[in-house]
């Protein structure tokens, strides 16, 4: 038991270096991410739809046989936290200052984050050649999406120091959390129930990337939005072939 805790735990730690990783670099060349962040908008929009599509939806159906109406669950429930978050908090603000842009990403990463944990918990109970496949594709997109959660919430008028602390709890740190947590309860996780977690994590980053990500990237109307979606797709896609 020992030697399968601190696997997954020391995987989990690695991903969550990576995303900090990601968060620094953009920190400090922010010139340049301000200037791109329509980009890095759209190349998040085709990773978050398609992992949804390719790998998230398919293993929650196959696990849970009401995760449809999970899926739309976590859709819905994205919906109406962002119509919270547009009526309460962004119209209370004295600056006007449109926090949804960066609070609605950062809410969806940060489940999504913390169910990676629990699936290094899973895939290295199972044994450890599993867990490391899992791990080679979960770390490929944590660089990225640090990078992206960070210019997010700089965007939405957060300071950057805010943005910093923000992304870093919100994208890095809930990985080892989430294995931690689950670890000590792996055997008792219910299949089904796992399945719809998968599913409401799936829903919620479908609206984001769907609803939220791409409205917001084509308004900026640049040339090279398109082919950044589809270079989305296609990390996805590579991350997905690497987990199989």
């Known amino acids: 038991m020992e030697n399968t805790f601190w696997a997954p735990f020391f995987t989990s730690l690695i991903a969550a270096s990576v995303t ?3 968060i620094y670099t953009i920190r400090r060349f922010s010139r340049w991410g ?22 998230l939806v398919p293993k929650s159906l196959g696990m849970n046989p009401d995760a449809h ?4 669950a976590g859709f819905l429930g ?3 936290f962002h119509r919270f978050l547009s009526g309460v908090i962004c119209e209370k603000s004295p600056k006007n200052v449109n926090y949804v842009l960066g609070l609605l990403p950062m809410t969806g990463i940060a489940f999504h984050s913390f169910l990676d944990g629990f699936i290094y918990s899973i895939t290295f109970t199972v044994n ?13 997109h944590e660089f990225p999406e ?22 870093l ?15 000590p309860f792996i055997s008792e996780i219910d299949y089904t129930t796992l399945g719809a977690l998968l599913a409401l994590a799936a829903g919620s980053l479908l609206y984001i990337g769907a609803t939220h ?32």
């Open 69 to 72: 109406a999970w899926l739309l």
């Open 34 to 55: 301000e200037a791109n962040i329509s980009y890095f908008m759209c190349f998040a929009a085709g990773v978050l739809i398609s992992a949804s599509f390719l790998h």
């Open 169 to 183: 709890l919100a994208a890095a740190a809930t990985t080892p959390l989430g294995m931690v947590i689950s670890y």
């Open 128 to 140: 450890v050649f599993t867990g490391l496949i899992a791990t080679l594709g979960m770390v490929l």
């Open 78 to 80: 994205m919906l109406v």
């Open 213 to 244: 990500l791409l409205p917001e990237a084509e308004h900026e109307q640049k040339k090279l939005s398109l082919p950044a979606v589809f270079a989305g797709v296609l990390t996805a896609l590579l991350i997905v072939m690497s987990r199989h």
């Open 20 to 22: 900090a990783l990601g």
């Open 146 to 167: 640090g990078i992206i959660i960070y210019l997010f919430l700089l965007r939405a008028g957060f300071s950057e120091r805010q943005s910093l602390l923000m992304a």
